[in-house]
């Protein structure tokens, strides 16, 4: 069962523009959200997060937004620029039981193209 | 540069033959994961180290894999008698044990071919 989904293979847009990918889940017990960035032949480089005690997290360029009636997060990229061209995972894991580790379960991941 | 770093890069193997790929990790992380990722999908859970202890195992690692760390250090991820469904991409991450403790950094990976 995929716990976390991406429904959109691929998402392309206009360099500037707003690029919007999205994430849902369907396990309850998840209260932790990641995005990782992947270039080819290297590994997913971490993003941003959010913990499902908040509904928006911000870094610069990235924002980070969790619904969580929804079972979903998405992740917006304002101004997109071409080197944001990469595959993009979510991922989700559960803390509960005071045991923290980095058990994490991805989605299938989102190739964002940025066209100058 | 202080990253994890995996070796090798690439493997090619013939079915049946042993392989093994080795991991080092961040030096204060004290977590180590293994994870893999077929073509088309996100990385998949296989294992974790706190310390020199393997404190989980998924049901995707078959009897026909092992993994270790030994002193903590580096580890290591064997997988014996190969088969074409072992061909993927393995990725080995590392955290901290407490503070960051939810955000792994991940190595380039260790791309394993069966014949």
């Given at each position: 069962?995929?716990?976390?989904?991406?429904?959109?293979?691929?998402?392309s847009?206009?360099?500037?523009?707003?690029?919007?990918?999205?994430?849902?889940?369907?396990?309850?017990?998840?209260?932790?959200?990641?995005?990782?960035?992947?270039?080819?032949?290297?590994?997913?480089?971490?993003?941003?997060?959010?913990?499902?005690?908040?509904?928006?997290?911000?870094?610069?360029?990235f924002?980070?937004?969790?619904?969580?009636?929804?079972?979903?997060?998405?992740?917006?990229?304002?101004?997109?620029?071409?080197?944001?061209?990469?595959?993009?995972?979510?991922?989700?894991?559960?803390?509960?039981g005071?045991?923290?580790?980095?058990?994490?379960?991805?989605?299938?991941?989102?190739?964002?193209?940025?066209?100058? | 540069?202080?990253?994890?770093?995996?070796?090798?890069?690439?493997?090619?193997?013939?079915?049946?033959?042993?392989?093994?790929?080795?991991?080092?990790?961040?030096?204060?992380?004290?977590?180590?994961?293994?994870?893999?990722?077929?073509?088309?999908?996100?990385?998949?859970?296989?294992?974790?180290?706190?310390n020199?202890?393997?404190?989980?195992?998924?049901?995707?690692?078959?009897?026909?894999?092992?993994?270790?760390?030994?002193k903590?250090?580096?580890?290591?991820?064997?997988?014996?008698?190969?088969?074409?469904?072992?061909?993927?991409?393995?990725?080995?991450?590392?955290?901290?044990?407490?503070?960051?403790?939810?955000?792994?950094?991940?190595?380039?990976?260790?791309?394993?071919?069966?014949?």
């Open positions: 069962d995929q716990q976390v989904k991406q429904n959109s293979p691929s998402l847009v206009q360099e500037g523009r707003i690029s919007i990918l999205n994430c849902d889940y369907t396990n309850s017990m998840f209260d932790y959200f990641l995005w990782y960035k992947k270039y080819p032949a290297e590994g997913p480089t971490f993003l941003i997060s959010i913990s499902s005690i908040k509904d928006k997290n911000e870094d610069g360029r924002t980070v937004f969790l619904n969580k009636s929804a079972k979903h997060l998405s992740l917006h990229i304002v101004p997109s620029q071409p080197g944001d061209s990469a595959v993009y995972f979510c991922a989700a894991l559960s803390n509960a005071g045991t923290s580790y980095g058990k994490l379960t991805f989605g299938q991941g989102t190739i964002l193209t940025v066209h100058p | 540069d202080t990253g994890v770093s995996q070796d090798p890069r690439h493997k090619i193997t013939k079915r049946g033959q042993n392989v093994t790929f080795r991991c080092d990790p961040i030096s204060e992380h004290n977590r180590l994961y293994w994870y893999r990722q077929t073509l088309g999908q996100g990385p998949e859970f296989l294992t974790y180290f706190q020199e202890a393997q404190l989980e195992k998924s049901r995707l690692l078959s009897d026909r894999f092992s993994a270790e760390r030994p903590g250090s580096f580890s290591t991820l064997e997988i014996q008698r190969t088969e074409q469904g072992d061909s993927a991409m393995y990725l080995c991450a590392s955290s901290r044990l407490s503070s960051g403790a939810n955000v792994l950094t991940f190595g380039a990976g260790s791309r394993l071919t069966v014949l």
